[in-house]
């Protein structure tokens, strides 16, 4: 498996390579910008980072935005106890690079993660010379991880999934499980994964919670506020669709816009393609304008729905809703219902909710609600809107249960921390 999966990132390297410097600057689409931001990327990565570092560095990598959430807690809490370490974070997906690359917070330097290949993963492990490299979710990248294992650099999983169906327990499994050997230490967000890794075999893991929680309060107890959008909302009630993309989502909270006109949306579609954008646009039929063609002067006399054409700001806007609806549970990547949670919003989503412990025990609180058609969201809704001593039981109750999960981060940046005091030299 391990050589068609080699020859498989060797031709997709050599594609991105070849296509580079042949793509228009300005698309939006995902896939252009995918490949225009691995032009000469290990050259980019040696420049930026020069030559020998006065201070220890730490490999972060995430996919995308979402899985980014979960590490940014971590980097700092790291660099708080780690003083003067530096912390390069890498990205799979346009969505989280553009984002953070725009707003880094506490990450030093940002990149995309070059193709998998045996020599990208030498090359630029030479030129990060990490203290240790963190991995989020699901993340099992079979060159990096073989040689940062044989440098003895120690590489961690944190949010770790592992479901029973699953290729580790396929036939076709083994260089997965390998894979799972490479990692000093696995952290993971519920007690199924755990179990999961224990009958692997694989004893190097705790049940550590969901940093998500962390980063989530973090950002709603911080102050932010946006000029258009306090012109928008006003102290209305505003329904929030988020990380809304899958047609579904955006068939059915469009619909619910439509029926309701009374009510302001905003919708943050996490597709932001100006083709997604126009189709967004084109089913809203009470008035809609793009938060970038708007100033706090707008007249919002004839707009019902505003929509959000940019990245990275959707943990902070749910501070301006009521209710939500999180986008993603159509598909098997239901976006993070903890965000609006925070806020005491009342949540729903779609259906797909078998990776995630927390949408199931949101159901079991009261708090979060599963949809699997138009008439279920738009009962749901239904029975919320007028109703006070509802939205506040929810608030109550979704305070409690944020409270009770936050604390995860300490756990985990302890356990680094110890480690690396341990490591010789």
């Known amino acids: ?11 997709a390297a050599r594609l991105t390579a070849m296509t580079a410097g042949h793509l228009p600057e300005n698309s939006s689409s995902k896939m252009v910008r995918f490949i225009r931001g691995r032009r000469n990327l290990l050259a980019r990565v040696r420049s930026e980072l020069g030559g020998d570092s006065h201070v220890p560095t730490i490999w972060v ?3 995308s935005l979402g899985e980014y959430a979960i590490a940014r807690p971590i980097i700092s809490g790291l660099k708080r106890r780690r003083n003067g370490c530096r912390v390069v974070v890498t990205f799979f997906s346009p969505s989280g690079y553009e984002s953070v690359i725009r707003n880094p917070g506490p990450a030093d330097h940002v990149f995309y993660l070059p193709w998998d290949t045996p020599r990208n993963a030498r090359d630029f492990i030479d030129a990060v010379r990490p203290e240790a490299a963190l991995f989020m979710i699901s993340e099992y990248w079979h060159n990096y991880l073989n040689e940062l294992h044989r440098r003895g650099i120690p590489t961690y999983l944190i949010s770790a999934l ?3 169906d699953s290729a580790f327990f396929k036939w076709y499994g083994g260089d997965y499980r390998r894979d799972l050997e490479c ?6 967000a519920d007690m199924m994964s755990l179990e999961n890794l224990h009958r692997l075999g694989n004893n190097r893991a705790a049940l550590c919670g969901d940093p998500l929680f962390d980063n989530a309060a973090s950002i709603a107890a911080s102050r932010w506020n946006h000029p258009v959008l306090d012109s928008f909302c006003g102290g209305k009630s505003v329904f929030i669709a988020g990380s809304v993309s899958d047609r579904r989502d955006l068939a059915m909270t469009t619909h619910l816009a439509d029926d309701n006109p009374d009510t302001r949306f905003i919708f943050v579609p996490h597709d932001i393609s100006d083709r997604n954008l126009r189709s967004l646009s084109e089913n809203l039929a009470n008035g809609s304008l793009r938060l970038s063609e708007c100033t706090p002067e707008t007249d919002f006399g004839g707009v019902q729905s505003l929509v959000v054409d940019h990245v990275g700001d959707l943990p902070r806007i749910y501070r301006y809703g009521t209710w939500a609806y999180v986008g993603g549970g159509f598909t098997p990547y239901l976006h993070s219902v903890i965000e609006p949670t925070v806020y005491g919003l009342p949540v729903s989503f779609g259906p797909r909710i078998e990776r995630k412990s927390t949408p199931l025990r949101m159901i079991e609180l009261g708090i979060g609600t599963k949809v699997e058609n138009y008439e279920e969201l738009r009962d749901w809704f239904a029975g919320l809107r007028d109703n006070m001593p509802e939205l506040e039981r929810v608030r109550t109750a979704a305070s409690r249960y944020v409270q009770e999960n936050v604390g995860a981060t300490a756990e985990i940046v302890s356990r680094i921390e110890k480690d690396l005091d341990r490591k010789p030299g």
Request: positive net charge; glycine residues 4%; charged residues 25%.
């Open 1 to 11: 498996m391990s050589k068609l999966y080699d020859a498989g990132l060797k031709s």
């Open 61 to 63: 990598h995430a996919s």
């Open 183 to 188: 990692y000093k230490h696995i952290f993971t």
């Open 162 to 164: 592992i479901r029973k």
